[in-house]
């Protein structure tokens, strides 16, 4: 591959990845009014919040970890994205392979927590605490899909991986092949995106938003980044594993907005979990059905 | 004192926007922020309770951008929903310092114009344009949900024109809030926000942000310099034992 | 005389110097040119790429010949020793061992028992026959007690039972070398080597169980684990991180030796346990796993940042075990490359942490916070030991996780991997207990004047984070050393190139992998600092607290029971859980002991004079 078509492509993927991520969260909230019956926010708003946050006129920092926090907080992402191919593009996803990736997108949440960290709110620290303990549920099951996925490719390649479910239409998706792996993956999906009734670390009325409690300004509006991201690479990572990737991008797109869809679809459901009950269930009913569906692929 | 005060004076805009992006399309920014507006509804008196059903299915605040937030380093606009008592302005004063600019202030319920049915007691503020920069008051008693949209429309049509600009009055003017602080909550008082290093830091130190207060506030304020990373190695006995 | 030769004496000239100058002005330079001598000794005898050299003299004791051999592995840890032994050195040299000695301790005796460690450990790896093993594992125990003990107190309390432990895991290996004797007619490697296949199932798996526990006492494995991390938290500066960047390890080479070199895991495969599904290998991986997980919650419990660290140094132990013990080309490597991403990774923690401890006179993680403004380099060093053992990238710590958990996964080990993740994770929760708790939060008021470390000390750390930051981001010449050791273990040997590794299930090339990091934190930086308006730094104590005034005096962080939620639901599984493991192992203890006791008088009576032999020679050595 010449090396400016690789460049174009580490330039574009990232990019696309943001204003998609800023449809879903856009999705997101239109979803959560529907269910409520509100006619929720117009079409442009998430651009107008990151972009009012941005434009603050006075911004309070707690110092250089503060600051630093959110560009690795958003770098981390910015990365992780070209690790993640999407039709007609793979980046760099030979270089790095599921478990990079897997890791790579840690590399945000640790960048917020210095950054709030260095907030000296206890409230902040408390979220963080809390968020990684959620972390640590829910990456029990996650890892033992990661694991099931990787394991019945053969193949910790991204492209691979996608490739083989697109070799024989619907029948060879991962969720067809290994049903009880993607029902794990879509539980496990929740924790990751913080959604009800795992979203204890922002708790707004009781820690005051937690991580985000000093957060304002551009720090918030990198947060806003930051999620539109999360969305995506939540959306893009689970449609690799388990839905064949995309044909094209029309497909794409639908597969994407359908999974982050769910999760924000079924929150309102649920009342919040305590820390202990969260780590409780997730080491609980996904791990089984993940062991479970591990089971199947090993035989 | 007439009814002419009641909406706060509206200082012109003399200030460019520290903003890199804000300087050349300062009028699409300007946009934005009336598009996206962040509620921290300071829940002080009955006001409070108008505000639910403007922000769920019945009046949706969501459609025109607004929705609450919890911190005030999140939030843009300090809604006062009622009767502040003096032990609740300084908490007031103190969130709204705490608060990015550009914030705006709106006093919901007659109580925040004037005392309201509050005017004889000893414990309350009764003018809050006195103590903070207040960009609209929405007066009843209380305003129904119609009336808190329409005041937010009202702002947002203001921050649209660049008008809403009470929060620079605050820096421009600081001497001025401080020694009506100071009459209501005694000499010693004193926030852990420091509006005057703010004020010089974003170019907006006019000629009454300093005065004969805030001199009085300099002789016995604490020192609130941010820590600042400290690279220097020198020579320190340790307290290792 | 060969280059061998030379690394040999000038090791012992190295501990003559310490022992004859350690107390005099010159002999922080003294040693370090000593170390520095041996490492170039070392880099001389070319044992990782060309061939094994042998030392030109040996012993004979009780018709035993006692020789020693450099090969490819005994380079590495060769390696690792010396790199170790000179920056803790470099760390102690300046200012520290001023104060040090100030508060009354002796900077002589600290540099010998250090010197004396070296050397210990530099013959230990080159014991070519159990005989010359055994001695260099004895010196080693009682060089590590030397060092342990130096504080008194707690130290030495901790380290009386470490020599508890020790003296277990020497009878067990006396035990193992009387039966190979038996079985062998020699204690060489070599008649060993070709004895052993011959050998029963039931006499592999006492000799297993033997070495293994003698082995992993060293290394802190379960469920010999208990005595490693008060033992080495207590150690002073230098001493605590030299430990914990190598002493362990030691039983780590003699099991590689052992298992892996002489036995095999093809063999140890074929030993299968009955009415299980395991077999030797399964066994030891599980092992493994369980040093990795319990110890490393263990550590996530812990109050004080030298413990906290120390019960992480055993948890880390694990991956090496269970990357070996996968045994495919990847999955060694990783294992091997964690021994020494590991080591700079620990080291450059534990000076950290010791830096913090000099300028503030404590570790207690309740009494810290808010130091990055204050020690900025430290904090520095810090993050980028923290990314690495997390296993996160773009550090060294990454690229061994990952060679490990990948091979994990091809090789179709869930639970295994599983466990080596939950590991993982717990140790990420626990690393940045540990530096919010110390630098991040709010500036104590007593350390509102404290500065950065001294120099001296922040050389060592922060040429480790630059090493720590280049292993991660170049892992090829790491892996070229791996790679030899591999060779030299009859170990797959694994396809590397600068960036990472080749591989059929797809490879991964982590100079690709930082750059775009690199490149992300620039874009990231782009959009926060362009986009975004100018911030302000605001006084600590202007901060949100539901519109309540903070004053200096309160305290305003979030440290003590950091994890409360977690801990609510795991502490209990914990409580009691350890004494009952403790008590437990010292009654087995004794009851082994008895047993070996009665073994020896009734079966091998020859083997009551090798040993006072052994012990002669240990002395008169």
Known sequence: ?????????????????????????LTLRKIGAKLQRRIGPPFFQPLYDILKLHAKETQSSHGLIHEIGIVMAIGGYVAAETLLPVPGMNGIAQQGGLITLAYMTMIPSLGLALGVGQCANPNGSIGISRALTAMLAYDVPFILVVFGTAYAAQSTNLVEIIAAQQSDGIASWGLVQNPLLALAGLLALQGMLGKQPFEIYVAPAEIATGPMVEMGGKFLGGLFIMQCFQLYTAGVLYTSLFLGGGENWLTFLVKIFAVVSIPMAIAYLFPRFRTEDLVRFFWKWPTFLALLGLAFVLH | MGIRDIPVRQAPSPHKSTNPL???????????????????????????????????????????????????????????????SVKTLKRVILTYEQMPAPKYVIGICSCTVNGGMYWQSYATAKKLNDYLPVDLYIAGCMPRPEAVIAGMRDLRRNIERGTANAWRDYFLRYDHYLGNQQRLFGETWQTPVDVIAEAKHYNLLGKETQGEHTARLARHQKPLEALTLNLELREQPTLLK | MNALDLLFLLSGATLLCALLFGRTRWAAPLLLLGYAAQFVALLQTNALFGEPISLSWSLVVLDQPMHWRYDALSWFFALITLG???????????????????????????????????????????????LSLFLGWELLNWATFFLMALRGGIAARAALRYLGYAFTGGMAILGAMALLYAQAGSLEFQPIRESLPQMSDGQLWVLLALLG?????????????????????????????????????????????????????????????????????????????????????????????????????????????????????????????????????????????????????????????????RMPLTFLTLLFGIISLAGLPPMAGFVSKLLV?????????????????????????????????????????????????????????????LLIFLAGYFP???????????AQLG???????????????????????????????????????????????????DNYAGGHFLYAENRYQYSDHFYAGLMHLIGPWYRGSFQWLERALGSIVDFLAHFTNGFYGIAQPL???????????????
């Open chain 3, 405 to 465: 958990y990948r091979a994990l996964l091809f090789e179709g080990m869930p639970l295994l991997f599983v466990g080596a993740i939950i590991g993982t994770l717990g140790t990420i929760l626990s690393v940045y207990k540990l530096i919010h708790n110390i630098f991040l939060g709010q500036l104590r008021l007593e350390h509102e004047s404290v500065q950065e470390a001294p120099l001296s000390m922040l050389i060592p750390m922060l040429s480790l984070s």
């Open chain 3, 491 to 541: 170990l797959p040997v694994v396809n590397y190139h600068l960036g990472g590794v080749y591989d059929a299930h797809g490879g991964f090339n982590m100079i690709w992998i930082v750059s775009v990091l690199l490149a992300g934190f620039g874009i990231g930086a782009l959009v926060f600092f362009g986009l975004g308006g100018p911030s302000k730094r605001v006084h600590q104590l």
């Open chain 3, 84 to 130: 170790a032994g000179f920056l803790s050195t470099g760390y102690g040299s300046g200012v520290w061992m001023r104060d040090y000695e100030r508060a009354g301790h002796s900077a002589g005796v600290l540099h010998t028992a250090l010197a004396a460690n070296v050397f210990s450990m530099v013959l230990l790896v080159g014991a070519e026959d159990f």
């Open chain 3, 213 to 373: 526990s003698g082995f992993g006492i060293k290394m802190g494995l379960l469920p010999f684990h208990l005595w490693q991390a008060p033992a080495y938290a207590e150690t002073p500066g230098p001493g605590s991180a030299f430990f914990s960047a190598v002493s362990a390890r030691m039983g780590l080479y003699a099991m590689l030796v052992f298992f892996v070199g002489m036995v095999g895991l093809a063999r140890l495969v074929q030993m299968e346990i009955p009415y299980t599904f395991l077999n030797g290998r399964d066994l030891l991986a599980w092992i493994a796993v369980f040093t990795i997980i319990f110890p490393t919650y263990t550590a996530l419990q812990q109050q004080d940042a030298r413990y906290l660290l120390a019960w992480h140094g055993i948890g880390q132990g694990g991956y090496m075990v269970l990357g070996v013990l996968v045994g495919t080309a990847e999955g060694s490597a990783g294992g091997l490359l964690h021994i020494f991403n590991h080591a700079i990774t620990q080291v450059a923690l534990l000076m950290a942490v010791f830096a913090v401890l000099y300028r503030t006179g404590t570790t207690d993680l309740n009494r810290l916070g808010g130091l990055v403004a």
């Open chain 1, 1 to 25: 591959m010449h090396w400016t078509h690789l460049l174009l492509e580490l330039i574009l993927m990232p990019l696309m990845a943001f204003f998609i991520g800023m449809g879903m969260v």
């Open chain 2, 22 to 84: 804000g300087r050349v399309f300062d009028e699409f920014l300007r946009f934005c922020q009336s598009r996206s507006l962040f509620i921290l509804h300071y829940c002080t008196g009955c006001g409070a309770i108008e505000l639910p059903p403007a922000m769920t299915s019945r009046f949706d605040m969501e459609r025109l951008g607004i929705q609450p937030m919890v911190s005030p380093r999140q939030a843009d606009i300090l809604l006062v929903t009622g009767y502040v």
């Open chain 3, 476 to 486: 090829g010449p790491t892996l070229s050393w791996v790679a030899a050791v591999q």
């Open chain 3, 607 to 621: 083997l009551w004079s090798l040993a006072a032999v052994l012990g002669i020679a240990v002395w008169v050595f």
